[in-house]
């Protein structure tokens, strides 16, 4: 508490302009901007899991449990930054009990839920429930114990209950295309519902979360699926690395489209905010905007990913470009949510000044902090390949 | 026979669907059925509790910030307020300079001389207990409430400190209490107000530029100023219907 | 239907259920009884204690500055603007809990000169020239400054 108090001593000689003096304090750090961030991956790599399944896409196929292990994982986690980020986290239940009809943010905890249990876990459980049945006959320990859990001690592997589990998984992919565009459209809708910030609020936000959620999923999958070949020293699959760098492409072309759709909106209509804004976003957000989101981001991955396209030679170096492209659009995205999130935060709502945001190394809402949040995923997904390990399942399994 | 009677079954579902339905939009609707009500003016409340700020008469003393802090028990650092003092000051080049040094709670200096000023005025701020708030709108659990008698309130056992008032509140009026890390805010000093006193700013204003009073009392002392003078309010394009009026509210205001 | 899913259903069932009974269990008492929101938490408003009581009650036992504050230009001003909150000073009188405001920038939170400041409404003088070798009180009473 003290030391806050400190930081906003400090913070009240960096104020540029008049600012109401409560905005001073910023209230949503660095964790708020890990809440779109990682729920974006979530839904971006199951919506790229489910082109696979819903729509067909074979080739997809060698990436479509990685990708939903993946969003399993992120899940996972997303809550922690949030509910560690409330000044009562005790009292996080009550979004619960009580939520309240008309906020944005009240029904946060039941689709969080609707898509935990109905649709992710759900599916994975009818993909692996075969894979179950027989690994907890052959297996030992641990590993036979939480199988056995899982498959709530039924080991019918008839072909009728094997094609139950078929078009059950298939209906619940198809619920949770709808589910995960609500699942991020709703993080857009909780910034973009902010009438009192012209900066947040705009229609197209639930809309630019969607592209750009499924630009960060796309691309995590894709260096996922690399970093897991190249660990256990698979092959790349050519043709669906390609697919999925195409993929990108064209999520990465329509989130720049509507981002830019946005900005000249904004730039045309020049309302009471177009001045603080521009000032802002020629002012500290140069960097995290212009140079991370747009340039590194954004310009530079869609004239690789454009190249790949028709450079189908060198497969090494193929391989190595989507590598880079992946991260750094990994990297665009999480500084997309920086510019929103933070951004929203430094203009006065006065429209007359600026307050600034110095980032913290450690303590809860430092970087140190933020970053474990974003390695823990990583290691439930690796515990999560150990346990549910994709290239185990058994072939005939139709998913 | 048996064929027509199916078919008028089934005209009359489908006549009945689109009758609720219609209905439904209809009711939905209802353009101008509801009085609106120019002062912010409800029927069905006992009690329709504002305050009308009188710029004319602000000194820029900054005593109700600083009432207001000791009365509330607000934390004295000079970020958190419930109501601040902020000094307009137009330059004669047009310039336009806004100062509210520690919420203008130890009085105003000017920087500028008289040559130099093209006008200048104060103008204290507070929430606005708007009656479409959109601080009570966003909260996520119920913790933030308008009260029957329409004053913005925070239920401090029951908020989980999310922070999302605080980006929803137009004015900044709102901040996270250092200490208890819940949202907190003015409640119009609604233990005075329900105490017959009236709010501690109003109580310590030296040239009586703050007017509290009752929306529906039509002889209200409030009501009258209102009816008297030309009156304005904060950020109108919100549409967030605020019940604390300005008079001589100045177009430069933000 | 096969019996894995019966058994997920029933497990579905009992988690939506638990969380049912955890809700109805959790759920403050006083919620919803005037809106989305514990009735307890006006009472609760309510009960905080006033600082400031009032310039009335100071006239029950201050009634000399009093009558001298209201034959003058001061009338209309709180005795707590300048002195503070009196609620600790009416129970114990003694303890001397007030402030003793003194120096001339007390009364120029006031009357120093600014351009923001109505003429018309405040009297309004420069510190820095206006009869700087004493302190305001000497010439001017606080509660009457005609005085």
Redesign the interface.
């Known amino acids: ?1 003290e030391e ?2 400190q930081h ?2 400090e913070m ?1 000689s960096q104020v540029d302009g ?8 910023l ?2 750090g660095i964790l708020i901007v890990l809440y779109p961030y990682i729920t974006g991956l979530v839904a971006g790599a199951f919506i790229l899991a489910s082109l696979e399944r819903v729509f067909k896409v074979k080739v997809l196929k060698p990436t479509y449990h990685i990708a939903l292990l993946t969003a399993l994982s992120f899940l996972l986690v997303a809550t922690l930054p949030l509910v560690s980020h ?3 986290p005790l ?2 239940i ?2 619960m ?4 009809g ?5 029904i ?1 905890g039941f689709i969080y839920l609707w898509y935990l249990m109905v649709v992710l876990l759900l599916e994975l459980w009818f993909d692996y429930r075969r894979d179950m049945v027989i690994w907890a006959q052959q297996m030992k320990g641990f590993k036979r114990f939480v199988y056995r859990i899982f498959t709530l001690g039924v080991n019918d592997l008839s072909p009728k209950a094997l094609r139950w589990d078929e078009k059950l998984g298939y209906f619940i992919t198809i619920i949770g295309i709808p589910s995960a565009f609500l699942l991020h459209g709703y993080v857009g809708f ?1 910034f973009g519902s ?4 012209p900066w947040w609020s705009t229609v197209l936000m639930p809309v630019i979360f969607l592209f750009s959620a499924m630009v960060s999923g796309i691309a995590l999958v894709m260096v996922v699926y690399l970093i897991i070949s190249y660990i256990r020293k698979m092959k790349v699959d050519m043709k669906c690395l390609d697919m999925i760098g195409r993929y990108l492409l064209i999520a990465l072309i329509l989130d720049f489209s509507l981002e830019s759709l946005d900005q000249i909106h904004r730039i045309y209509e020049a309302e ?1 905010s177009f001045e603080i804004i521009s000032l802002l976003m020629s002012g500290q957000l140069t960097y995290t905007l212009l140079v991370f989101q747009v340039l590194l981001g954004t310009i530079i991955p869609l004239i690789v990913l454009t190249i790949l396209q028709f450079y189908k030679k060198n497969i090494r170096l193929r391989q190595t470009l989507y590598m880079v492209v992946g991260f750094i659009v990994l990297i665009g995205i999480f500084f997309m949510r920086w510019n929103i999130v933070i951004g929203g ?1 430094l203009f ?5 000044g600026f307050t600034s945001f110095k980032l913290q190394l450690i303590g809860s809402e430092g970087i140190l902090m933020a970053g474990l949040w974003l390695i823990i995923p990583i290691f439930i997904l690796a515990f999560l390949l150990w346990l549910f390990p994709p290239w185990k399942k058994t072939e005939e399994t139709a998913y | 026979m048996e064929l027509k009677n199916k078919k008028n079954r089934r005209d009359f579902l489908k006549n009945g669907a689109l009758l609720t339905g219609g209905m439904l939009i209809a009711s939905g609707m209802k353009p101008f059925s509801a009085l609106v009500y120019a002062t912010n003016h409800n029927e069905d409340a006992e009690h329709w509790y504002g305050m009308a700020i009188d710029i ?2 602000c ?5 109700c910030a600083k ?1 207001c802090k ?3 028990d607000v ?1 004295e ?5 419930r109501t ?1 003092v ?4 137009i330059l004669n080049d047009g310039s ?5 040094e520690n ?1 203008g709670l ?5 920087d ?1 001389t ?1 040559d130099e ?1 093209f ?4 103008v204290p ?1 507070m929430c606005n207990h708007c009656t479409n708030s ?1 601080c ?13 008698e329409g004053v913005a ?1 925070v ?10 008032c ?11 209490h ?6 907190d805010k003015c ?1 119009l ?4 107000i ?2 017959g ?1 009236v709010p ?1 700013c109003q ?6 530029a703050k007017i509290f009073g009752d929306l529906n009392d039509r002889s209200s002392e409030l009501v009258q100023f209102i009816k008297k003078h030309d009156w304005q309010i904060l950020k109108p ?2 549409n967030t219907k605020p019940k604390v009026v300005y008079n001589a509210l100045s177009g430069e205001v ?1 | 239907m096969p019996k894995h899913i019966r058994r997920l259903l029933l497990l579905f069932a009992v988690l939506i259920t638990l969380f049912i009974i955890v809700r109805q269990v959790l759920i ?1 008492d006083s ?1 919803g009884q ?5 009735g307890l ?2 009472e ?9 009581v ?1 310039t009335d009650i100071c006239a029950e036992c201050h009634w000399e500055t009093m009558e001298l504050k209201t034959a003058d230009m001061h009338a ?3 005795c ?2 300048c002195h ?2 009196g609620w600790k000073h009416i129970e114990e009188p003694e303890q001397g809990q007030l402030t003793i405001p003194e120096g001339r920038e007390f009364c ?3 009357h ?1 000169r ?5 003429a018309s ?2 009297a309004q003088v420069n510190l820095s020239d206006h009869n700087i070798e004493t302190n305001c009180s000497e010439c001017h009473n606080p509660h009457a400054p005609w005085n």
């Not at chain 1, 006065?348 to 007359?352: D, N």
């Not at chain 2, 000194?59 to 005593?63: A, F, K, M, T």
């Not at chain 3, 005037?34 to 514990?38: A, E, K, Q």
């Open positions: 508490m806050h108090t906003l001593f009240l008049y600012i109401y003096p409560n905005e001073l304090d209230q949503w409330l000044g009562k009292r996080a009550e979004i009990i009580t939520p309240n008309t906020s944005a943010m009240a946060f909780i902010v009438k009192a910030n009471e935060q006065s709502k006065s429209f007359h | 004319e008469k000194i820029g003393c900054g005593n009432a000791i009365e509330n934390p650092e000079p970020f958190f307020f601040w902020e000094q307009y000051t336009k300079i806004i100062t509210s919420g130890n009085g105003a200096s000017q500028y008289p000023i006008k200048s005025f104060f701020k959109p009570t709108q966003v909260c996520p659990v119920g913790a933030t409430f308008e009260s029957p309130l239920d401090s056992t029951y908020c989980i400190g999310c922070r999302y605080v980006q929803a509140c137009p004015y900044g009026c709102r901040y996270i250092p200490k208890t890390k819940i949202a409640t000093c609604y233990h005075r329900t105490n006193q501690a109580e310590v204003c030296p040239t009586n394009h919100m933000n | 403050p919620f005037f809106g989305h929101y514990r938490a006006l609760e408003n309510k009960a905080h204690v006033a600082r400031y009032g209309e001003i709180s707590e603007t503070g909150p120029g939170t006031c120093s600014n351009p923001a400041r109505s409404l405040i």
